[in-house]
């Protein structure tokens, strides 16, 4: 069993004691629940010699609402988000996400900003110490090529957080902090498709909240696959929010994780909404499979996953129309 390496704890109480502590010197990182943190510490995956613990901020935790819509504390824990009641009535996708993360234990600790940032993944990096060595790493850490995309000039590790997608498909703002001061960004934003430098936050940038306009007539919904019924990440995860009018399909978003290495928001949908049914979801099928990028980062093919995920987006819109109680 590999052993978690010696730091520093810091242990502020306030946002601004928080940001001013990351500035400080050496590789010092946010520690949130530590669900994902403190096993990459312990494989070796990570390096840090301070740990920002944000349990004691209490300005990062809770939900509030009002007229424009939800705000999210990103100290909140997946457990709390799952629980909440507005957040189940207005937000669907985002409670069936949050409730299919990880085990009840995990969700107890880790939390909403812990999920969003969470380490991009792949099969070939996911593994112990001597594991690692004994096949000669891989470009995402002390290796020199991507071991499923061998001619490519980046890494292939795959997102797989799985509220991204549900809080994306609801157009979530994120409220970040850092040296520069506060700023806000369209969710989607914070991330890149790239499996080592996945988050577009700058250094000593914190992810305060996230922000869900209120959706009135939205009806939306998250799935996932995985190896096992709980715990997994997902293999695949799909979230789908969509908008009717007089029965009719008007707006459709359709946010992947899983596949590549950002959160993959489908383009190209709102020609879909003119058309019938049927045909709506036959181009929704050749729609994804093309944008999709799934690589062997998991033991399941990723011929699989690419078929897997049209599969999931027309079941949510099946489940999601009108007809069928939201
Ligand atoms: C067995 C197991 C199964 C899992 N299954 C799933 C799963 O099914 N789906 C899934 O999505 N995840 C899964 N996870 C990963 C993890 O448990 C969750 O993603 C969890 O929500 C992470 O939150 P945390 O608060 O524990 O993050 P931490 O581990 O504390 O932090 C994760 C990363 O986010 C950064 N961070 C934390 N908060 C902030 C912030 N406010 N601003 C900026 N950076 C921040 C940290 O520095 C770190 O880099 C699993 C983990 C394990 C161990």
């Known amino acids: 069993m590999e ?3 010696n730091f520093s704890l810091l242990r502020p109480r306030s946002i601004a004691e928080a940001v001013a502590a ?88 880790g939390t909403v900003g812990g999920n969003l940032c969470v380490d991009t993944r792949c099969r070939f990096y996911n593994q112990s110490e001597p594991w690692r060595t004994a096949n000669n790493f891989c470009m995402k850490l002390a290796g020199d090529i991507c ?6 000039d980046r890494c292939y590790a795959a997102y797989s957080g799985d509220l991204a997608p549900a809080l ?13 001061g506060l700023r806000h ?40 696959i995985r190896t096992r019924g709980a715990i997994d990440f997902p293999l695949v995860g799909v979230a789908v ?37 049927d045909e709506a979801l036959t181009r929704l099928d050749k729609l994804v499979r093309k944008q999709v990028g799934p690589m062997e980062t998991t033991l399941a093919p990723a011929t699989y996953r690419r078929r897997v995920v049209p599969v999931l987006a027309r079941r949510l819109i099946n489940r999601l129309l009108p007809g069928v109680p939201a």
Request: charge should be negative; charged fraction near 20%; glycine fraction near 10%.
């Open 3 to 5: 052993s978690l390496p």
């Open 22 to 109: 990351r500035a400080g010197a050496g590789e010092i990182r946010f520690l949130a629940g530590g669900t994902d943190l403190l096993p990459a510490l312990r494989h070796g995956l990570m390096q840090a010699s301070t740990l920002i613990d944000l349990s004691n901020v209490a300005e990062l935790r809770g939900i509030t609402s009002d007229r424009e819509g939800v705000r999210i504390g990103a100290g909140t824990t997946i457990q709390e988000l799952s629980a909440h009641p507005l957040v189940a009535r207005d937000y669907p996708a985002v409670a069936e996400a949050a409730v299919a993360i990880a085990g009840p234990t995990h969700r107890a600790v």
């Open 147 to 152: 071991r499923v995309a061998p001619k490519a």
């Open 168 to 180: 994306i498909a609801h157009a979530a703002i994120a409220e970040i902090i850092g040296p520069a």
């Open 185 to 224: 960004a369209p969710l989607a934003e914070i991330f890149t498709d790239d499996g080592i430098v996945y988050l577009t936050l700058a250094p000593g940038e914190l992810l305060v909240s996230v922000r869900l306009p209120a959706a009135p007539g939205w009806r939306s919904g998250y799935e996932k």
């Open 241 to 277: 929010a969509l908008r009717c009018e007089n029965g009719k399909l008007r707006e459709l978003r359709v946010v992947v994780t899983g596949t590549d290495s950002c959160p993959l928001s489908i383009v190209g949908l709102d020609d879909l909404c003119a058309l019938p049914l």
